[in-house]
């Protein structure tokens, strides 16, 4: 319920939309990790293909996750609703790496739940630093032409997204490659199918916002309220996620190397 894995993801795009944007970052990262966590501390010692009852709930969960999280994000015109619903297919691409057993299964979720807090930490923290005391910058007219107004958000927000697409020279890239490599050893064929088939999906809903974003603004998005200069710390706090990032993407030995210390 906590992971918003279909079919216990209702609440999801709702309370995402509805709480504040720091809010919806905490919950969206932070909660998701720790469960996470959990399930690879309670699920590690257990050999998962060799028990097909849990590994069958667990693999048909993680399919509908991936399937139903990005055909869900593609009918949305709320930035805020399309990152809750590709988060669904995100714990799904996650799901499938776990589902192949062993430290290079517990190597590949470990390195992919980085890779997708710092890419979700920094494109709600480009939301936040957007929006304004009583609305967040939420709809898809509140980003149109933010290249031509903050430049620099519109590069980390596109930076953020690539990620989350799993575009190369990004930490995503990095960690989708390893969970599809676990579950290509593991030969489950139709989960890496999936997975690449619905990545070309949300592929086409994260370019729409960065498309957006790149339109020169009418003129109501000339006069809109966005803040005049993104304050100082949001901008090194999101610089900072945007270098861990390219770090992550363009270097991953050095987290890779840790997480392997502590699979042992």
């Known amino acids: 319920f906590k992971l918003a894995l279909v079919p216990f993801h209702m609440w999801t795009a709702d309370?995402?939309?509805?709480?504040?944007?720091?809010?919806?970052?905490?919950?969206?990262?932070?909660?998701?990790s720790a469960m996470v966590a959990l399930l690879v501390r309670l699920f590690a010692p257990m050999d998962v293909p060799a028990t097909p009852a849990l590994f069958w709930v667990l693999a048909w969960i993680a399919f509908a996750?991936?399937?139903?999280?990005?055909?869900?994000?593609?009918?949305?015109?709320?930035?805020?609703?399309?990152?809750?619903?590709?988060?669904?297919a995100h714990l799904g691409y996650l799901l499938t790496a776990f589902l192949t057993g062993g430290r290079q299964a517990i190597t590949a979720v470990?390195?992919?739940i980085v890779a997708y807090t710092v890419s979700k930490l920094g494109a709600f923290g480009?939301?936040?630093?957007?929006?304004?005391?009583?609305?967040?910058?939420?709809?898809?007219a509140d980003f149109r032409?933010?290249?031509?107004?903050?430049?620099?958000?519109?590069?980390?927000?596109?930076?953020?997204?690539?990620?989350?697409?799993?575009i190369p020279l990004t930490?995503?890239?990095?960690?989708?490659?390893?969970?599809?490599?676990?579950?290509?050893?593991?030969?489950?064929?139709?989960?890496?199918?999936?997975?690449?088939?619905t990545s070309a999906v949300g592929l086409f809903?994260?370019?729409?916002i960065v498309v957006v974003m790149f339109t020169p603004p009418g003129e109501d998005e000339a006069r809109s309220l966005r803040p005049a200069a993104i304050a100082l710390p949001g901008a090194l706090v999101l610089g900072t996620l945007v270098v861990?990032?390219?770090?992550?993407?363009?270097?991953?030995?050095?987290?890779?190397?840790?997480i392997r210390t502590i699979v042992g």
């Open 15 to 32: 309370v995402y939309q509805g709480a504040p944007a720091p809010v919806t970052a905490f919950v969206a990262t932070v909660s998701k």
């Open 65 to 88: 996750s991936m399937v139903g999280g990005n055909i869900l994000a593609l009918r949305q015109e709320s930035v805020k609703r399309i990152l809750a619903y590709s988060s669904i």
């Open 110 to 112: 470990m390195f992919y």
């Open 126 to 140: 480009v939301v936040a630093v957007l929006s304004r005391r009583d609305a967040d910058a939420d709809r898809m």
């Open 145 to 166: 032409g933010l290249f031509f107004q903050h430049p620099w958000a519109a590069g980390v927000f596109t930076a953020m997204l690539l990620s989350l697409a799993g």
């Open 171 to 197: 930490a995503g890239f990095i960690g989708k490659f390893y969970v599809i490599a676990a579950a290509a050893q593991a030969r489950l064929w139709w989960l890496v199918i999936t997975l690449v088939l």
């Open 205 to 208: 809903y994260y370019l729409r």
């Open 244 to 258: 861990m990032l390219i770090w992550l993407g363009s270097t991953p030995e050095s987290l890779l190397r840790l």
